[in-house]
């Protein structure tokens, strides 16, 4: 056997592992000296979004709402805005920034409470005036009279929907979606709340006229009691019937419960609306005992003929806003005690 003279090896490993970094490094690609990122640097600090939160609103649309921006109430105000919508006023359900009795006081100067306010009331009163001599131009004034109706009842609606988030500012004039939605529908609305209201009273008119209820039903302090209740609940009815919330009509106990945790500013938005029936049942009192040669002796007044007609217009179309103003204003500020579910 054929031996092989070995040759001793010294194997240097730290010479070995030097010349192999070495030649790593000859193969990296040359860098600028401020792209190297050395390991005692300081990591980059990321800066996040703010915090994000959820409401329905925002879910419908596809978009988040930053915190503070938006509270969430007890009824489903996402639904605040109907078909009828005037955009980015009711965007944001803001807070209320005062106390309802603060705000049902600056209720009466709400009309003027900016310059834009009082160019629109003065459009508004203008626009009401115009019905006056409508009066006279049968036919077509009944129309002309209907289409301006229409728009109030719109302008009504939009007060207390754009008061309910929060708005300071009083609706102007829309006709964005055609003469249906913005004058028809409203109509229907205002109409339909007040049908509500005073429905029963009706029914209960119409039984006791054609003699289908026996007699220990019929009676004419009930057919008064029927008014006073519809009339009573006028307010909640509005309220309904601007939020598309028609399902709660029938819901009698749900809306006795918020009336009765709401007692004390319901009272206040009751009494307002009935100064406001006030204003236009004593003209149209006036022309009936008129009409029918009723001698009545009547209290002397500032105004009369024209000069009467217009100052009552003009104080019905201010009562009425301020009206629907608190109506709103009483859902912004005790929709938590609601028990009604606005859809």
Request: hydrophobic share 50%; with cysteine.
């Amino acid at each position: 056997m054929k031996k092989l003279d070995e040759e001793s090896v010294e194997f240097d490993l730290d010479s070995e592992i030097a010349d192999l970094s070495g030649s790593l490094v000859d193969d990296l690609p040359a860098r600028p000296d401020d792209e190297l990122k050395l390991a005692d640097e300081e990591p980059p600090k990321l800066e996040l979004d703010p915090v994000q939160t959820f409401s329905p609103q925002s879910a419908a649309e596809g978009e988040s709402t930053e915190t503070g921006a938006v509270e969430l109430s007890y009824a489903r105000d996402g639904s605040l805005r109907p078909s009828t919508s005037r955009g980015s006023s009711r965007d944001v359900i803001q807070s209320p920034t005062r106390t309802f009795w603060a705000d049902a006081f600056h209720s009466f100067v709400y009309p003027f409470a900016n310059v834009n306010n009082c160019v629109t009331f003065a459009v508004i009163c203008l626009v009401s005036l115009v019905r006056i001599p409508l009066n006279y131009a049968g036919i077509l004034g009944l129309m002309g009279i209907l289409f301006i109706y229409g728009w109030f009842c719109s302008l009504y609606l939009s007060i207390v929907q754009d008061t309910a988030v929060a708005s300071e500012d009083l609706p102007g004039i829309k006709m964005e979606d055609g003469p249906i939605d913005d004058i028809l529908k409203p109509m229907l609305k205002y109409l339909g709340a007040y049908a509500s209201a005073l429905g029963p009273a009706v029914a209960y008119t119409i039984l006791l006229a054609t003699d289908l209820l026996p007699d220990w039903m019929s009676s004419g302090l009930a057919l008064v009691a029927w008014i006073c209740l519809g009339l009573f609940l006028l307010p909640v009815f509005i309220l309904l019937f601007a939020f598309n919330a028609l399902d709660m009509i029938y819901r009698v106990d749900l809306i006795i419960t918020t009336v009765y945790r709401t007692l004390s500013a319901y009272l206040v938005i009751w009494l307002m609306l009935l100064l406001v029936g006030f204003t236009w049942t004593i003209p149209l009192a006036i022309e009936l005992l008129a009409e029918f040669d009723v001698d009545v002796s009547l209290p002397s007044l500032p105004f009369d003929g024209l000069g009467f007609k217009v100052f009552m217009n003009l104080l019905d179309v201010y009562l009425t806003i301020i009206s629907m103003r608190l109506i709103g204003l009483y859902y912004l500020h005790f929709k938590r005690r609601f028990t009604l579910v606005f859809e």
